[in-house]
């Protein structure tokens, strides 16, 4: 499989009042072609602003201070306006959190994945063109539905309408922000369905940020797990859940409540995220119960343990 | 006891009874039957789990019961009096006895208040002198892991962790018997949910307390409850103890939660097909048994004849395949 995406050294940074907010800092992975790639971490570990400086989308104050995006090889960051339109929306297709607040209340469903196309390709036929892709992502007569409103819409089938638009310009990538969280588990479960449905008809790759790791051993092939703006670990599925590296990944995967099994006792990670973190040494330092004096000096440096598996942490440098 | 009577539970021990309970919105001219006819047992000591998808009614269920909301019908018994029932005084000692922790520590706490306020705030209402209030107030800080000085700041100045955990305190100060806990970690992060949940756990132990407690997520209720009832579109389908549901889920619904769910383990991937189909309207429940149209095993006798709540090894169930065979 060759690679799609490589984000090398990304740093998206927010300049606010109380100074420089390091939101996302020396970010560095690559997705291959038809593979479903987690970032995984918590609330403000910067999942989601790593997907939206992907999309050239991110809000005042922030700003891409660094880094490369390689998107088939080309820089994203480099690329003019008008030239990454072209890409946003049409190669790159993107899904967000709360299906029923990313579509349009005042226009039909049906009308949305039409501006959807006709943004980047003018054809006549394209009501077909919409109802056939409210039918490929599983919406139930899909033309009825084409001419109803959001409102009219239950929170599955908005999402399934937003995965429709997303792949309407049949996109090589797909970037889904937390596409079910605002959705129950039974929903969850076939709109996870559909996804990789999708990536098998259509060798779509798929980036997918969550905070699920339920979703991610379930969905996806590799991730990388975030913690306070940095990437402390990244491999495959199977060798992450199997043994995990990183004091934060472990304790991450301590703490969640399994559904298939009894645990005699979670451990919570005592302290909380640091939000303006110091210059050097390893963010996670204060929280971590391995921490050594080093870990609070010097910046870990990401190390090769092979299979591709990467940690940046001390312990293994 | 062993499991079987568990599930099935009427004995002397019972601390709360819900029977029969209806609570009906009125939505234009017709009805939204948000609880329908739901009958219940919770034991004195145990964790009590109700489960369910968004819309099922199991919030509006725990409201009934903490008093915000007047049922339509039916009757709450805690420790022998009708709640529905009670005014003056004693409504006002029953009310003490039972607590509330809400899903939102953003929402539920007052942001103009300072921290000791909102957690002496139920021993106010209840009459304890300020001084006396003020102290307990403190103590009970203490015990849910806050640190000395977090009395005089304000909401916005704690984290959510935090923050939930003044919910809690507010809760205990006036040493109830029961706490509800309405989705009490479902805003909060993982690494932040798993202190919450052993706090819980641990002030149990201690106090005694019976907890409901409800959720939508599978893993918190293996790890907190003993018992648990499955709800859908207002109606109970499943009650059994958490070792029957988890081992050997019997409604069909039940099932398909239990397959919905993502297990964190790369090797347990979810093999079979997710449940097809959207919740119904629940303007306009399907007849019979309400499931019956997301149902693989669904007959035509589902569709026409509502099934009932019926012991089936050692547990309650409510549906016309497993009742019959």
């Known amino acids: ?317 | 006891m062993d499991t079987e009577s568990r599930a099935t539970y009427t004995g002397n021990g019972s601390l709360l009874r819900i029977e029969n309970l209806k609570m009906y919105f009125k939505e234009g001219k017709k009805y939204l039957k948000a609880v329908d006819g739901v009958t219940l047992e919770i034991k004195d000591g145990e964790s009590f789990c109700l489960v369910g998808e968004s819309g099922c009614g199991k919030s509006t269920l725990l409201k009934c019961v903490a008093g915000i909301l007047k049922p339509t019908s039916g009757k709450i018994i805690f420790q022998g009096q009708d709640l529905t029932k009670l005014k003056g005084r004693k409504l006002l000692e029953a009310r003490r006895k039972i607590q509330l922790i809400f899903q939102n520590p953003y929402a539920s706490l007052d942001p103009r208040m300072k921290i000791i306020d909102i957690v002496a705030e139920p021993l106010r209402i209840q009459g304890v002198p300020k001084e006396e209030r003020r102290k307990i107030a403190v103590e009970t800080l203490r015990e849910v892991g806050l640190p000395p000085g977090v009395e005089n700041r304000y909401p916005h100045q704690l984290s959510g962790g935090m923050r939930q955990r003044v919910a809690i305190a507010r809760a205990l100060s006036v040493k109830p018997k029961l706490v509800l806990a309405d989705e009490p970690t479902s805003a909060l992060d993982v690494s932040v949910q798993a202190g919450i949940l052993n706090l819980m756990k641990r002030l149990q132990g201690e106090h005694g307390l019976t907890y409901l407690f409800v959720t939508h997520d599978m893993g918190v209720v293996r790890y907190i409850c003993e018992r648990v009832a499955v709800m859908y579109l207002g109606k109970i389908v499943e009650v059994a103890s958490k070792k029957q549901l988890f081992n050997s889920p019997l409604h069909p619904y039940t099932q398909a939660l239990l397959n919905s769910v993502p297990i964190p383990d790369p090797s347990k991937r979810r093999r079979r097909p997710p449940l097809k189909g959207e919740l119904p309207d629940p303007l306009n429940p399907p007849s019979g048994c309400r499931f019956h149209t997301r149902c693989p095993y669904a007959t035509e006798k589902c569709k026409r004849e509502e099934p009932p709540l019926l012991p089936k090894n050692g547990r309650l169930v409510a549906c016309h395949m497993v009742n019959q065979g």
């Open chain 1, 1 to 317: 499989m060759d690679t799609l995406l490589s984000v090398k050294n990304l740093k998206t940074y927010f300049r606010v009042k109380r100074g420089v907010l390091r939101a996302v800092d020396n970010v560095s992975f690559d997705i291959k072609r038809g593979e479903v790639f987690c970032l995984v971490g918590e609330s403000g570990c910067g999942k989601s602003i790593t997907a939206l400086s992907i999309m050239r989308l991110i809000p005042y104050p922030g700003e891409i201070v660094g880094g490369e995006i390689l998107f088939d090889g080309v820089d994203l960051l480099k690329l003019p306006e008008e030239e990454m339109e072209k890409i946003r929306g049409k190669r790159i297709g993107m899904i967000f959190q709360d299906p029923h607040t990313s579509l349009d209340p005042s226009y039909t469903v049906g009308w949305q994945v039409e501006e959807a196309i006709l943004l980047h390709k003018m054809i006549k036929e394209v009501s077909k063109l919409a109802v056939n892709l409210l039918k490929k992502v599983g919406i139930p007569a899909a033309e009825k539905r084409y001419r109803e409103y959001p409102h009219q819409l239950s929170g599955g089938l908005k999402q399934r309408a937003m995965i429709g638009i997303a792949i309407s310009n049949s996109p090589e990538l797909l970037i889904a922000d937390e596409p079910t969280t605002a959705l129950d588990v039974t929903i969850q479960a076939q709109i996870v369905d559909l996804m990789l449905k999708l990536r098998e008809e259509n060798g779509i790759s798929i980036l997918l940020i969550t905070h699920d790791m339920g979703l991610v051993a379930e969905a996806c092939d590799r991730l990388a797990v975030m913690y306070a703006g940095k990437i402390v670990e990244k491999g495959s599925v199977e060798e992450i859940f199997s043994e995990p590296l990183h004091p934060y990944t472990k304790a991450l995967l301590r703490c969640v409540p399994r559904p298939d099994k009894d645990v005699e006792k979670l451990v919570a990670i005592p302290g909380t995220v640091p939000e303006f973190p110091p210059a050097s040494g390893c963010r996670f330092a204060d929280r971590c119960p391995m921490a050594r004096k080093e870990c609070f000096e010097i910046t870990p440096e990401e190390v090769n343990m092979g299979n591709g598996h990467r940690v940046a942490c001390h312990l293994y440098g």
